[in-house]
């Protein structure tokens, strides 16, 4: 005589849908980034340079993070405001959008209002990451490119606001890794 399978067939049913959904995950699940150039912006670094015409000075810290499929910049200013507090500070996150063969990075800093502007995607040119940002409408408005000069070891950030095509400087920066104490 066959013995009649206990389980019932909602749980063998929802078992199998939980399977399949772990298995899609496991499956769509990009590999760890692999990159290089931003191997080399990893570190401690000092940046110097001016915005808008206004020397500054910030700390900036990268590292790998989330199974090292983030970069993840931290970036400070070394200039206090009235509260006592950094003038400036940003979280960057670079990432690979391995669909779409582009880079993308996440620019949340003190200014606060995360949108579609917060967004900059990439195509890698030679030592070079020039990250374009679009306004609600698509168009470009902003470009920030990440250059890396391999004789020196040292990083420009070049940030241009963009006005019917026409750049117009915002920021030139030079990032030099920090000396260690």
Known sequence: MLRQNTMPKSLIRASLVVLALWAAVAF?????????????????WVLTGNTEGTPTSHDVEAEWVLGHHYLRIHEISRVKNARGEPDYEASVY?????????????WLDVFGGLSAQSIGVATLEENKIPFIFHDPKGVLNFENDFIYDPKTDTWQWVLDGVTN?????????QLKRASKT
């Open 28 to 44: 769509a699940q990009q590999p760890p980034l692999n990159s290089p150039l931003l191997d080399h912006m990893v570190g401690n």
């Open 94 to 106: 670079v990432a690979w959008n391995e669909p779409l063969k582009q880079y993308a990075c996440a």
């Open 165 to 173: 095509g026409v750049h117009k400087p915002f920021a030139r920066y």
